[in-house]
């Protein structure tokens, strides 16, 4: 048995809160990056742009049902996500950002977009931050997120009755059709923080694959 503080023994409370570091509690950091090349000899996606007002993502599981067992080692457990249908709500997406997604032309100086949401097929790399109970978060860079919509939904706030239009964004998780690239990579932030600047980086960084 493992000894706490003053060599007394662990409680099955702290032995508990040893192996809770890794559970996840959240999303944040959300960020879509066009996929430029997709093909069998090559695959290559643009700078990452940033959806900050993302509320929630929730994904359709392959599985129906899946065993849990609560030990350290499955928190770091990562699910095969391939052909998940995935829904991601957005209280708000800058004109200037859907025309960097390519989702229309934005004018400066009229402050308008030309958009066109006919998304069917347009690809994105998905980025986004899982943080974990002991904020040492997961940084996932999923390779093909292929979109199958994009809609708008009015709901009013219980407070002071403000109508907010929230952007859905739909799609699937796919893999790349470059056989040697996997479908999503991870990072995770280190116990001292030292590859802070790296795991901010993996979510916006542009990416070409096979590298040179």
């Not at 991601?88 to 960097?100: K, T």
């Not at 964004?169 to 030292?194: C, E, H, N, W």
Request: hydrophobic share 40%.
């Amino acid at each position: 048995m493992k000894e706490g503080k003053r060599g007394r023994p662990l409680t099955a409370a702290e032995r508990a809160m040893q192996h809770m570091r890794r559970a996840a509690i959240g999303f944040k950091g959300l960020a879509l990056a066009p996929v430029t090349e997709n093909t069998l000899t090559s695959y290559a996606a643009s700078a990452g742009e940033a959806l900050p007002y993302a509320g929630s993502m929730s994904r359709t599981a392959k599985e129906s049902t899946t065993d849990l067992y609560y030990d350290d080692d499955l928190y770091a457990q990562i699910r095969n996500v391939s052909g998940e249908d995935v829904e991601i709500r957005v209280a708000e997406v800058p004109l200037e950002r859907m025309a960097a997604l390519g989702l229309g032309d934005y004018d400066e100086e009229t402050n308008t977009l030309e958009g066109d949401f006919t998304v069917a097929g347009k690809e994105y790399a998905l980025r986004c931050v899982v943080d974990t109970v002991d904020h040492l978060p997961y940084y996932f860079n999923y390779r093909v997120f292929q979109l199958t919509g994009i809609r708008f939904d009015n709901f009013t706030t219980k407070q002071d009755s403000v109508t907010v239009c929230e952007v859905i964004i739909t799609g699937v998780f796919k893999r790349p059709a470059l056989a040697s690239l996997k479908p999503y990579a991870v990072m995770q932030l280190a116990d001292d923080r030292s590859n802070e600047a790296a795991c901010t980086a993996f979510l916006t960084a542009a990416e070409s694959k096979p590298g040179a």
